[in-house]
């Protein structure tokens, strides 16, 4: 993943939202740098929509601020959005026409636009071969890679994508996710809005995560995942007396089986009837298996399991849904 040293293209400050007398989004801030790959997630009615609404103009904040390339959304609505390109729904297209002819068609709507960027664009999205043919013979990845060629006509320096993998078989997720990168390589600030958390765990250069419309976090996914406890699965015999030694330790959770669920498969695929799960730093593992052994417990095994973003989000949104 590219860790961009560029400026901020998207700022977004203490960014408020009531409807009524409920306040839906609380003082959201963060920023968005050139050639970034930035991810935003968040549960069920977080307010990651409504977010991404106030970020294109398309809702007023009823407080706070986002800029875009130094402009304000609200206060110079068209200096700011010539800047963006975004992706909010499913790309809508005319499908009896050729993906040359939306372009065309999309390319009439906006100013200094000439068939040299149209081939610029197909090019860049790599659709020049098929570029003249119907949309309706297209596959779910192509009408997602023709969007954003559309998003990409006025030259912008944001990309914002919402759930731009939604849909895509494995092969399509993986060539999105090298195309996304190629953009961000070329100096494009993208923001990506994804549910598929190892998706973002793979993509993404930096996070913000947000529950019950409020930021949780915002840091590099290696920061973010580094905060987090790893999993330890003890192998041991008897359970119960190895259990009741882990539990003496303040620093040291004994997960029950809801928890011990949350494990990737590769993980999980490792537990027995024998297992104990615990989050236990680093440093205390040797000791305390040292202990076990000398207190008479049998230990036949003990897996480190390391922290994902996934883990880290169930564990700062209490296991909530994702959208």
Not at 64 to 91: H, R
Not at 169 to 187: N, Q, S, V
Request: hydrophobic share 40%.
């Amino acid at each position: 993943m590219q860790q961009s040293g560029g400026g901020s293209v998207l700022s977004v400050r203490d960014l408020n939202k009531r409807i009524g007398r409920k306040t839906i989004i609380h003082s959201i801030s963060f920023d968005v740098r050139e050639g970034e790959i930035f991810g935003f997630l968040g549960p069920n009615g977080a307010g990651k929509t409504t977010t991404i609404r106030m970020l294109v103009g398309l809702i007023k904040p009823t407080s706070g601020s986002v800029e875009i390339c130094g402009f304000d959304v609200q206060k110079q609505p068209e200096e700011a959005l010539k800047y963006v390109g975004s992706i909010v729904e499913n790309p809508e297209m005319y499908p009896f026409l050729t993906g040359w002819e939306n372009l065309t068609h999309f390319a009439r709507m906006q100013e200094g636009i000439d068939e040299e960027r149209i081939r610029e664009v197909t090019e860049l999205v790599h659709l020049g071969g098929r570029i003249h043919e119907k949309v309706r013979t297209y596959s779910l990845g192509m009408r997602q890679r023709l969007g954003i060629a559309q998003a990409l006509l006025a030259r912008p320096k944001l990309l914002i994508l919402d759930e731009p993998t939604n849909g895509l078989d494995p092969k399509g997720i993986k060539e999105m996710r090298a195309f996304i990168r190629e953009l961000a390589a070329g100096g494009l600030a993208v923001f990506v809005s994804s549910h598929l958390l190892s998706e973002i765990q793979l993509l993404c250069d930096r996070v913000a995560i947000i529950g019950g419309g409020r930021e949780l976090a915002v840091g590099s996914v290696d920061e973010l995942m580094g905060a987090g406890l790893g999993m330890v699965i003890w192998d041991v015999e008897p359970k119960e007396k190895a259990a009741a030694l882990l539990q003496e330790y303040a620093d040291i959770a004994v997960i029950d089986s809801s928890g011990a669920a949350l494990l990737e498969d590769a993980a999980a695929a490792l537990l027995n009837d024998r297992s104990v799960v615990t989050e236990t730093p680093e440093d205390r593992v040797a000791e305390v298996l040292d202990r076990m052994v000398r207190e008479g417990i049998a230990v036949r095994g003990v897996h480190r399991v390391a922290p994902t973003l996934e883990r880290l989000f169930l564990q700062m949104t209490e296991g909530e849904g994702i959208e």
